[in-house]
């Protein structure tokens, strides 16, 4: 079985600052993929950035991006030029593209940051 | 693209009462849906997983009687709380995913469940 820990409950971040969120996990996978969610105030869940375990090349979406570190087992988040938008609740996710396997297309979360943008 | 919604937003009713939520995928087929409950400030449960024209897979500790889960079409899962009490009440948050390999899940917008 697949195990997510974050291991910030909260973080705080002044607008225009950047801010690294921390993710780690156990997997005996190695083919898998990883995800960070964004939930803001209103709940919705929202995909923010998403990495293949077989792509060296870490990922980025605008001021978004990933520090994937497959030997470590380490997954960390930056947030460029932070926004006030970008309060919200955070969640790192493991997916195993393992087909065999009863877990193939299952998100497993980590517990989850909860990240406060200060003007 | 890849839009999930999921109706009704808000529900507050009498214990002993069913209520079905539905999740949607409005503009692609979902291979595959998920049910998930989520506590204040918490991470996401799953509950089960479910997959059109087939039993839903319910995970450890999940009671099948109590949350029925229907997958009827390619675009549609509804999950039906049967009976709620108080201690059923959550927020409900359902996902659809398209296809195979890395397709992410996309998410529906969640329902409160109020149970009085």
């Known amino acids: 079985a697949q195990t997510v820990t974050q291991s910030q409950p909260e973080m705080s971040v002044q607008e225009a600052e950047t801010v690294t969120l921390s993710c780690t996990y156990d997997t005996s996978e190695n083919n898998y993929y990883l995800f960070w969610y964004k939930q803001p105030p209103s709940r919705q869940m929202i995909l923010v950035i998403r990495q293949e375990a077989y792509k060296q090349q870490n990922a980025t979406e605008n001021r978004f991006s990933v520090n994937f570190q497959k030997a470590a087992k380490s997954f960390s988040l930056k947030i460029s030029d932070s926004q006030l938008g970008d309060t919200a609740m955070y969640f790192c996710a493991f997916m195993t593209l393992n087909a065999g396997g009863t877990s193939y297309g299952k998100l497993t979360f980590g517990q989850g940051t909860i990240l406060t943008v200060h003007p | 693209g890849a839009v999930v919604s999921q109706h009704p937003s808000r529900v507050i009713c009498k214990s002993g009462t069913s209520v079905k939520i539905e999740c949607r995928s409005l503009?692609?087929?979902?291979?595959?849906m998920f049910w998930y409950r989520q506590f204040p400030k918490q991470s996401l449960m799953l509950m089960a997983t479910?997959?059109?024209?087939?039993?839903?897979?319910?995970e450890q500790g999940v009671e099948k009687d109590k949350f029925l889960i229907n997958h009827a079409s390619l675009t549609l899962s509804t999950l039906t709380v049967t009976s709620a009490h108080p201690e059923d009440s959550s927020f409900y948050i359902c996902?659809?995913?398209?296809?195979?390999?890395?397709?992410?899940?996309?998410f529906g917008d969640g329902t409160r469940l109020s149970i009085l």
């Open positions: 479910s997959n059109e024209g087939s039993k839903a897979t319910y």
């Open positions: 503009d692609f087929q979902a291979t595959t």
């Open positions: 996902s659809a995913r398209e296809g195979q390999g890395g397709q992410p899940q996309h």
